[in-house]
């Protein structure tokens, strides 16, 4: 059913509605028994999953793309860090043996 709008009400402050039936070119009771794009032959439904597959295989391409994109980021973060650390130990051990010498009793 189809509502429309009056622009003059009878308080002026809301419109009022009317509900009409719905016009359409069929009679009523007559209902359409199948949608035209649900009939294919065998060539159109072949077709039809050939483009789901190229479809199915260009995505499954751009996800591996971007998993690869991302596992390389995440492999040059760890890389990163593993310098930083290498770098933070080096002066650590440096900082240990001064630590060594100044604490141990020297014997001459």
Do not use: F
């Not at 308080?11 to 039936?21: E, K, L, N, S, V």
């Not at 009771?29 to 190229?54: D, I, N, W």
Request: charged content about 30%; proline content about 6%.
């Amino acid at each position: 059913m189809a509502v429309t709008g009056d622009d003059t009400a009878a308080t002026g402050d809301m419109p009022t509605y009317q509900i009409r039936a719905p016009t359409t070119g069929l009679p009523q009771g007559v209902v359409m028994a199948a949608s035209p794009g649900s009939l294919h032959s065998p060539q159109q439904l072949a077709e039809e999953a050939t483009r789901k597959r190229e479809l199915r295989l260009m995505k499954n391409r751009e996800a591996a793309k971007e998993c690869r994109r991302r596992k390389k980021e995440y492999v040059k973060c760890l890389e990163s860090r593993v310098a930083v650390l290498e770098v933070q130990n080096k002066k650590l051990i440096e900082e240990l043996e001064t630590l060594k010498d100044i604490c141990s009793p020297k014997t001459d």
